[in-house]
């Protein structure tokens, strides 16, 4: 295991300047994710236009990989469907669950960074956070969500 | 006590590490291709050969249920653990054996004096009195408590130095103030507390003292009696025993006059349908078949601290933070989380634009364990600001050596994030 598999440049990139970071004043949704083990937090905010995620944005505080995650996400589902942005939070799953086939890289594009993080466990966690809170506000929950 | 005045209390001949270092066989081994710095002694502490020895030899020679069996093994694991009980009288000089209760560890200690003796002797409107910086299981004990039977919880605020403001702490003690609960060293500042001069404090104003000595034990010598307090409570896993092991000492009065914590066997003298008979201290409080070889465990360890000698420890633990404070501090962007006068060998830190769990990753990588995160005390995160925090902890096996691997790995991660 290389740290740099773990912390690409790519990774590394999106924690100093995440995309899509800060509030979005007139969100359709919002909900909040928590991850108590490391403190990670973060505010998800959703633009809907019919079943299309028009506008994505995050806001918080955390580590590399959970920053990283949420902005690389914000990225990949800007114009989305619903069904798509699942479709996907499944495929990415698949990246970070050790013993499942490596997903197929065109799906996931730059997504598949954080394929690392499944050698280490314990971070697992940091980088799910945003796409749990996603799923938890697209099925309209308003409670925030926690990785525990 | 501290590590500020460790000096005064001539330690002695130096600790010869190395040959200290033989008798805990975890460290000699490799993670990620490099050989292991254990610096998360705060957490949980290694256990030396003795006491690994003492458990193989208890299960293997003389595993029995204690205090009923007539045949030879119920014996000798009776007189061993009742030995074991012995040995923790000695090492915290409580007057009698009856004051020794072994528990779980630290948290059910703290459990056990919020369920019976406050249960029984506060009432609503009562005061409760902790510190800012207490770990979580100095907290909850009390709100629970509190939901239960309408007590109040009051916090005595910390300074940016992370102490307790005497000033304050002395203000919020009042006629309504019945308990406090206060911990000796913490286990994310590393601030050793005057617990000898809040304890006088609170005698002043009738209230009754807990000391939470997770952190103090495997560190420095501890005199209940000296100390003055009413209950003491500390784990066997971070003076180098096993896990599930724990001590709470209480003042015999006290304990004579409280109400059982839990029932079952071994708690009782006689029982029949309409009246239970309880057993005597301290089998009332240890109802059920008790962590034998963890306590038969936690006194070889005891029996390995004393061999070794606190005060030695105390000075080369002093050493290293000394020595760490100054290495870890001169890399850039590191800020120190706890910067007490009086400091065990605990240091917290934060570092510009990593977060502390990255630090954690990279560091592991360099096989330098340290903890990352809350470190079970959320609120002192918020008393400084951070989500978390990266925490070293010291124990006297660690060498200045190891120091510079740590002070390397973070270099390191600086590197990665550069």
């Keep these: 295991m290389d740290l740099k598999d773990l912390y690409q440049e790519i990774i590394v990139d999106h924690n100093r300047q995440p995309r899509n970071f800060g509030p979005m004043e007139d969100a359709d949704r919002s909900l909040e994710g928590f991850n108590p083990l490391c403190g990670d937090r973060l505010t998800l905010y959703l633009k809907l236009?019919?079943?299309?995620?028009?506008?994505?944005?995050?806001?918080?505080?955390?580590?590399?990989?959970?920053?990283?995650?949420?902005s690389l996400m914000t990225e990949a589902l800007k114009g989305k469907t619903l069904a798509e942005a699942e479709a996907l939070f499944e495929e990415f799953h698949d990246l970070l669950t050790a013993g499942q086939p490596d997903p197929d890289p065109d799906k996931l594009g730059k997504l598949?960074?954080?394929?690392?993080?499944?050698?280490?466990?314990?971070?697992?966690k940091c980088a799910t956070l945003c796409w749990h809170t996603l799923h938890s506000a697209l099925e309209g929950d308003e409670k925030p969500v926690s990785t525990e | 006590?501290?590590?500020?005045?460790?000096?005064?209390?001539?330690?002695?001949?130096?600790?010869?590490?190395?040959?200290?270092?033989?008798?805990?066989?975890?460290?000699?081994?490799?993670?990620?291709?490099?050989?292991?710095?254990?610096?998360?002694?705060?957490?949980?502490?290694?256990?030396?050969?003795?006491?690994?020895?003492?458990?193989?030899?208890?299960?293997?020679?003389?595993?029995?249920?204690?205090?009923?069996?007539?045949?030879?093994?119920?014996?000798?694991?009776?007189?061993?653990?009742?030995?074991a009980r012995g040995k923790v009288r000695d090492f915290i000089n409580a007057a009698s054996e009856k004051e020794i209760i072994f528990t779980r560890g630290t948290t059910e200690s703290i459990n056990l004096v919020a369920q019976s003796w406050a249960r029984s002797n506060l009432k609503a409107g009562d005061e409760i009195l902790i510190t800012a910086m207490e770990h979580h299981s100095n907290i909850v004990p009390w709100q629970l408590l509190c939901e239960q039977i309408g007590t109040v919880l009051k916090v005595a605020p910390i300074n940016d130095r992370g102490e307790v403001i005497l000033e304050e702490f002395e203000r919020l003690l009042g006629p309504k103030t019945r308990l406090v609960s206060i911990v000796h060293i913490s286990n994310v500042l590393g601030t050793v507390n005057p617990v000898s001069r809040m304890i006088e404090r609170a005698h002043?104003?009738?209230?009754?003292?807990?000391?939470?000595?997770?952190?103090?034990?495997?560190?420095?010598?501890?005199?209940?009696?000296?100390?003055?307090?009413?209950?003491?409570?500390?784990?066997?896993?971070?003076?180098?025993?096993?896990?599930?092991?724990?001590?709470?000492?209480?003042r015999e009065e006290l304990l004579e006059a409280m109400p059982p914590y839990q029932g079952g066997g071994d708690m009782i003298k006689m029982v029949t349908f309409e009246k239970t008979l309880f057993n005597d201290l301290p089998y009332k409080f240890e109802a059920g078949t008790p962590h034998i070889a963890g306590a038969i465990g936690l006194g070889a360890a005891i029996d390995y601290v004393a061999g070794v000698s606190l005060p030695a420890i105390q000075a080369h633990e002093h050493d290293l933070l000394a020595h760490a404070t100054e290495a870890v501090s001169a890399v850039d962007g590191i800020r120190i989380i706890g910067t007490s006068a009086e400091k065990a060998g605990v240091l917290s830190f934060v570092m510009d634009g990593i977060h502390p769990h990255d630090l954690g990753t990279i560091l592991d990588h360099e096989g330098v364990a340290v903890r990352t995160g809350h470190h079970c005390a959320m609120p002192v995160m918020e008393h400084f600001g951070v989500p978390?925090?990266?925490?070293?902890?010291?124990?006297?096996?660690?060498?200045?050596?190891?120091?510079e691997r740590l002070v390397r790995g973070l270099e390191n991660a600086k590197q990665v994030f550069s």
């Design chain 2, 204 to 250: 002043d104003h009738g209230a009754m003292v807990l000391v939470d000595g997770a952190q103090a034990a495997p560190h420095t010598p501890i005199d209940v009696r000296g100390l003055g307090c009413d209950f003491y409570a500390f784990s066997g896993h971070k003076l180098f025993g096993p896990t599930g092991i724990g001590v709470l000492y209480g």
């Design chain 2, 388 to 403: 978390a925090t990266a925490r070293a902890s010291f124990a006297f096996y660690n060498t200045r050596a190891e120091v």
């Design chain 1, 112 to 124: 598949a960074a954080l394929a690392g993080v499944r050698d280490y466990p314990t971070r697992v």
């Design chain 2, 1 to 83: 006590m501290s590590a500020g005045t460790v000096t005064a209390l001539n330690p002695g001949p130096a600790l010869d590490v190395e040959r200290i270092r033989t008798d805990f066989p975890i460290l000699h081994q490799e993670i990620h291709g490099r050989p292991l710095v254990y610096f998360d002694n705060a957490a949980t502490a290694q256990k030396p050969l003795a006491v690994i020895e003492t458990l193989d030899r208890y299960y293997r020679e003389y595993n029995a249920n204690i205090h009923r069996g007539v045949h030879t093994l119920s014996e000798r694991a009776s007189t061993a653990y009742e030995g």
């Design chain 1, 49 to 70: 236009d019919g079943d299309r995620i028009r506008d994505i944005r995050f806001d918080g505080s955390g580590c590399a990989i959970s920053v990283a995650s949420a």
